[in-house]
């Protein structure tokens, strides 16, 4: 099946412990992207990538990292997280190009920093 | 940069009756994308529109994309409790592959 795989769910942190959430797409898109979703301010772009071993700032990239070592994974990287980081995140993934193909979502990360 | 505005920001109707989001970009518009978000769930892809004064129709939804090209509508016709969702429209502008995402309509019907 195709689809966007991000883990974990659900995740429950410490202010300043390290983490990643990881995401991974089995349809060989060029692109991935990172979204944080947040009540009043819809969908807001952390990273994007067209490709492997190129990454770009969005419009919120501050207190993020991304990589992209590989085609298919494009893990979201949290060096020091604070608590206004607290939010709903979605990977995104899709071919550039095609016209009509839209982005696919993962499931979403919910991330709670206290 | 870009914005893309969308109203209204909430709409609760009566099941049966009509629905209608609106989208505008501050920019012209390559094309302009619809997602579906289910209560607890993910953005889904509903459809691309690419095309000046281009209209498609999926169902019980209608999408138009304007003339201009800086902005958009769906529209669904008599509603049910299965079209409860927040969506979203979403633009592509220039040579940036980037989309822009409204801020989204939440949908709430009463049956």
């Known amino acids: 099946e195709a689809q966007v795989t991000q883990n974990p769910r659900y995740l429950i942190t410490v202010t300043g412990k390290k983490l990643t959430v990881t995401c991974s797409q089995n349809?060989?898109?060029?692109?991935m992207s990172w979204y944080r979703q947040d009540p009043g301010l819809g969908l807001r772009q952390i990273y994007y990538?067209?490709?492997?071993?190129?990454?770009d700032k969005g419009d919120v990239p501050e207190g993020y990292k991304v990589s992209r070592k590989e085609k298919r994974n494009f893990p979201l990287i949290l060096e020091s997280p604070s608590p206004n980081q607290t939010s709903l995140y979605f990977c995104?993934?899709?071919?550039?190009?095609?016209?009509?193909?839209?982005?696919?979502f993962g499931s979403g990360t919910r991330l709670t920093v206290v | 940069g870009q914005q893309v505005m969308q109203i209204p920001q909430y709409q609760h109707v009566q099941e049966g009756e009509d629905f209608t989001t609106y989208c505008n970009s501050s920019?012209?518009?390559?094309?302009i994308q619809w997602y579906k978000q289910r209560p607890g769930g993910h953005p889904v892809f509903l459809i691309q529109?690419?095309?000046?004064?281009e209209v498609k129709k999926q169902k019980r939804l209608t999408f138009q994309f304007g003339e201009a090209k800086k902005n958009s509508s769906l529209h669904i016709t008599a509603t049910q409790t299965t079209d409860v969702g927040t969506y979203f429209c979403?633009?592509?502008?220039?040579?940036?592959?980037?989309?822009?995402f409204g801020k989204g309509t939440l949908l709430t019907v009463n049956p």
């Open positions: 920019t012209t518009l390559s094309n």
């Open positions: 990538s067209m490709n492997v071993e190129v990454t």
């Open positions: 995104a993934s899709s071919l550039i190009g095609g016209e009509s193909y839209g982005y696919t």
């Open positions: 529109l690419v095309k000046s004064g």
């Open positions: 349809m060989n898109h060029e692109y």
């Open positions: 979403a633009g592509r502008g220039g040579s940036n592959y980037k989309l822009t």
